[in-house]
């Protein structure tokens, strides 16, 4: 069975400040997929990034970057620039090639402070 | 731009009684979830639709939740009767398909407290 685990319940960074957030997981799959979800207070729960495991390119969407280490199976999420808007909960999820059922993590809270 | 909706977004019950939760998916959208999100975890998905199909139920407690798409759009999760473990916050999501890597675009959820 397909595991996902974040390792830091909770992280804090400074306006303007880079953070990384760590996901580890584990699949005996050869194709899937990474993500990594946005829950912020009270809100719908948004995609900040997605990861193709054939894809050697990390991925990258404006401030938000990836360090995916396939053999390490690691898929870490960095924000760049952070802003108090990316206060949130993040959530490291992960699909097989074949289906889309989402398996997450537990989740690490973000505070950004001024 | 168009949402996941879902109704209502809190529901306070007590044990033994019925509650339904309603979601209508991003229109177009053949993929339908409904996760369940205990307090400090990640979601688990109880039950995946595809049209008015059920593709994944494994881990939906069937003696007590029950999950009908029928006309292949809106969804209904309903429990029957609510036990005090079933707090939580239920999330529906909609995707254009089912193959691995598809977004999935979440709704606002529905936070259930049962007494």
């Known amino acids: 069975a397909q595991t996902v685990t974040q390792s830091q319940p909770e992280m804090s960074v400074q306006e303007a400040e880079t953070v990384t957030l760590s996901c580890t997981y584990d699949t005996s799959e050869s194709d899937y997929y990474l993500f990594w979800y946005k829950q912020p207070p009270s809100r719908q729960m948004i995609l900040v990034i997605r990861q193709e495991a054939y894809k050697q390119q990390n991925a990258t969407e404006n401030r938000f970057s990836v360090n995916f280490q396939k053999a390490a199976k690691s898929f870490s999420l960095k924000i760049s620039d952070s802003q108090l808007g990316d206060a949130a909960m993040y959530f490291c999820?992960?699909?097989?090639?074949?289906?889309?059922?989402?398996?997450f993590g537990t989740g690490t809270r973000l505070q950004v402070t001024l | 731009e168009a949402e996941v909706a879902q109704s209502p977004r809190y529901k306070i019950t007590e044990k033994s009684q019925a509650v339904a939760f309603w979601c209508d998916p991003i229109?177009?959208?053949?993929?339908l979830y409904w996760y369940r999100q205990i307090l400090g975890q990640g979601p688990e998905l109880l039950v995946q639709f595809q049209d008015e199909s059920v593709v994944d139920d494994s881990q939906l407690p069937k003696d007590r939740f029950s999950a009908e798409r029928l006309k292949g759009v809106d969804s209904t999760l309903k429990i029957q009767p609510a036990e005090l473990g079933d707090s939580a916050m239920y999330l529906c999501?909609?995707?254009?398909?089912?193959?691995?890597?598809?977004?999935?675009?979440f709704g606002p959820g529905t936070r259930l407290t049962v007494l």
């Open positions: 999820a992960y699909t097989p090639g074949t289906a889309s059922k989402l398996t």
């Open positions: 999501a909609s995707s254009r398909g089912v193959a691995g890597g598809n977004e999935q675009f």
């Open positions: 229109s177009g959208h053949a993929t």
